[in-house]
């Protein structure tokens, strides 16, 4: 597997985006449970369902692209990535107190832990795959450059604490439902959703700055504009997910409405008012 997709990143980006699109689209319309789900996420954001093609073709260009920001050499994943926000970047890492990233399903997720690598080292949070020959192409694709991957075990966390406090950057997905234990319930576009608590406990064992990275997709084959803005205050879970949502509401087409963000896990409890949706 690994092979192949190394081959398919000698692809043009902007046909490995129209293949995706396609297949985004083809999921959409033989997977009932995909599309009632994608619906019923947009339905608790008072998005429209009209936004819904948009939104299947956004998840399809997401993994259309994998192959190309993963194994293309880092010059050419550069000349791609756009970045304004540079200043806000740079501040946070004068701190010297570490800087915690959070990175929700949103855009080219991949591309903002990959073009940081590029410029300095960064330790990435992920759950490995049960199939061996994904967790060889994963483990190829995240220990790259100045990337190092921790999984999400208790020692993967401790190998983010140690990143942190060298005053290295770390990143996670806060929007990635957690395990019993892992998480509490807060509000996400209204209705609860257990929501990790992992980056407050980094954060506050470390003092990290914590900034949240968001790699907004362009047109076809034209890259990513990668956005950083620095959380004001805790990383508390009812803060993360307001600040998600600004994110979310600036380019809604490029969320993951598919993921189940809203599942509650064994051990999680009751969420508030009755149960999650």
């Not at 299947?56 to 994943?77: C, K, N, Q, S």
């Not at 591309?111 to 483990?139: D, E």
């Not at 620095?230 to 380019?251: K, Q």
């Amino acid at each position: 597997m690994l092979r192949s997709f190394r081959l398919l990143a000698r692809l043009p980006l902007g046909l490995l985006q129209a293949l995706g699109a396609g297949l985004g689209l083809l999921v959409y319309l033989v997977s009932p449970a995909y599309r009632r789900k994608l619906l019923r996420n947009l339905e608790i954001a008072g998005l429209p369902r009209e936004l819904r093609w948009s939104c299947a073709r956004h998840a399809g260009r997401m993994v259309g692209e994998l192959p190309w920001i993963w194994f293309r050499p880092r010059a050419a994943l550069t000349r791609r990535v756009r970045c304004d926000d540079q200043p806000v970047l740079e501040a946070a890492e004068r701190e010297g107190r570490g800087v915690l990233f959070m990175t929700p399903h949103l855009g080219a997720f991949e591309v903002a832990a990959r073009w940081y690598a590029t410029r300095a080292p960064i330790t990435v949070l992920f759950k490995p795959p049960r199939q061996a020959a994904l967790a060889q192409v994963l483990a190829a694709a995240r220990n790259a450059d100045d990337m190092q991957s921790a999984p999400t075990t208790l020692a993967g966390v401790r190998a983010l604490l140690r990143a942190l406090r060298r005053g290295e950057a770390v990143g996670l997905l806060p929007d990635q439902v957690p395990g019993e234990g892992e998480g509490q319930w807060a509000p996400f576009f209204g209705a609860p959703a257990w929501t990790m608590t992992l980056p407050l406990r980094l954060a506050q064992a470390s003092g990290a700055v914590v900034v949240l990275a968001v790699g907004e997709r362009l047109g076809a084959g034209k890259g990513w504009h990668i956005h950083f803005e620095r959380l004001a205050g805790a990383p508390t879970p009812e803060a993360l997910n307001a600040a998600m949502e600004r994110c979310i509401l600036r380019i809604p087409a490029q969320y993951l409405w598919g993921y189940n963000r809203y599942k509650r896990p064994p051990g999680a409890g009751e969420p508030p008012g009755g149960a999650a949706p």
